[in-house]
C-alpha cells in the first residue's frame, strides 16, 4: 500500500489508546480524532478533536486528513446507558456520513469496531458462520445494521469492509467501573470486592491483543465480520480471584455478595478460527499476564483521569 495515512476515530477510547502508537511503529502515518483535545504520544499535527455527531463534520475532518485507510472507533460507551440509548441511532447516521465522506475522498480500506453484542447470546458460542445476528441491545442492534450497509456500499464503491468484532476487552484505560479494574481498585484499597456469585462464562481479552487484531486487519485484504476474541471461556469467579491471588488478598474477593442481572448470559465465547487461520493472529498475552499489565497501571494511575 502506497499511501499509508490511517484515520483513527475515537482515538482516546480504550482500544484507540493502544492501537494509535502501534500503527505508528508499523510505520503508518496515523491521525487520531476525537473529542478529546490532545492525546499523549500524538503530535499535534496528526491530532484532530472532532465531534462525528455534528452535521458535516464527517466531511471537514476526511478533506483535512485524506486518509487511505479509516478505522473507526467511535462509539457511543457511556457505563450504564451505551446498552438501549437512543444515542446509537446517531451514532449509525454519523457512521454512515463517514463513510460516504471517506469515499469521496478516494479512501478504499474501512475496518469498523463492531461489538460481540451482535450476535444472539442465547446462542453461547459465537461464529461468524453460525450464530445469528439478533441483539438483545439497540446497542448491538445499530452496529448490526450499520454493518448491513456498510458492505454493500463499500462493495460497490471498489473498496473493501473489515468489521471486527472484540469479545470482553480488559486493560489500562478500561472505565474504572468495569469488572477488571473495580476489583483492582477495591483490594487497592485495601476494600471488598463485591461480585456477583461469578458463574458467568465469558471470553476475555487483553486490550493490547485487541489493537494488535485491529492493526493486522487494516493492514490485510479480510472482509466481512471477523471475530476478535480468545475461544477460551473463564468464570467471572475465576478472573476476580485470579486478581486477588496476584494481589496478595484473595480474601477480599466477595462472590455473591451483590444479585446477578436477571437478563446475565450464562455463557458466550467467541470462536477465533477465522482470524487465525486468516491472518494468523492469536493473543499474545494470557489472562495471568494481562491482569499483572493492568493491575501494575491502575497501581500508578489516579482513576480521575480517565473517565
Known amino acids: 500500500m502506497k499511501n499509508k495515512t490511517v484515520l483513527v476515530t475515537g482515538a482516546s477510547g480504550l482500544i484507540g489508546r493502544h492501537l494509535c502508537p502501534l500503527l505508528m511503529s508499523r510505520g503508518w502515518d ?7 483535545p490532545e492525546m499523549e504520544g500524538m503530535p499535534e499535527n496528526r491530532w484532530h478533536q472532532s465531534n462525528l455527531l455534528l452535521p458535516g463534520e464527517p466531511r471537514r ?71 445469528p445476528c439478533n441483539s438483545h441491545t439497540l446497542y448491538g442492534a445499530a452496529k448490526n445494521s450499520l454493518r ?24 489500562p484505560y478500561e472505565h474504572p467501573d468495569r469488572l477488571m479494574p473495580s476489583v483492582i481498585r477495591s483490594l487497592l484499597k485495601g476494600k471488598p470486592a463485591l461480585c ?69 448470559t450464562p455463557f458466550v465465547v467467541g470462536d477465533p478460527s477465522r482470524i487465525t487461520n486468516e491472518l494468523g493472529w492469536k493473543p499474545g498475552y494470557s489472562l495471568e499476564q494481562g491482569l499483572r499489565e493492568s493491575i501494575d497501571w491502575w497501581s500508578l494511575n489516579d482513576t480521575s483521569t480517565y473517565l
Open 30 to 36: 496515523v491521525h487520531g480524532a476525537s473529542l478529546d
Open 61 to 131: 475532518l476526511l478533506t483535512n486528513v485524506l486518509p487511505s485507510v479509516l478505522i473507526h472507533l467511535a462509539w457511543f460507551v457511556a457505563p450504564g446507558r451505551w446498552a438501549d440509548e437512543p444515542e446509537n441511532m446517531d451514532w449509525t447516521r454519523a457512521s454512515l456520513e463517514l463513510a460516504r465522506e471517506f469515499v469521496r475522498s478516494g479512501g478504499m480500506r474501512m475496518v469498523v469496531a463492531g461489538s460481540c453484542l451482535e450476535y444472539d447470546w442465547n446462542y453461547g458460542y459465537c461464529s461468524e458462520v453460525r450464530t
Open 148 to 171: 448491513t450497509v456498510l458492505e454493500p456500499f463499500m462493495s460497490r464503491a471498489g473498496g473493501s469492509l473489515a468489521w471486527g468484532r472484540p469479545f470482553l476487552i480488559y486493560g
Open 196 to 264: 456477583s456469585h461469578g458463574r458467568q462464562i465469558r471470553d476475555y481479552l487483553y486490550v493490547k491483543d485487541v489493537a494488535e487484531a485491529f492493526a493486522q486487519i487494516a493492514e490485510s485484504n479480510l472482509q466481512g465480520g471477523v471475530n476478535i476474541c480468545s475461544g477460551t471461556p473463564v468464570t467471572v469467579a475465576e478472573a476476580a480471584m485470579r486478581i486477588g491471588e496476584l494481589m496478595g488478598r484473595p480474601d477480599l474477593i466477595r462472590l455473591g455478595a451483590i444479585p446477578a442481572a436477571a437478563t446475565d
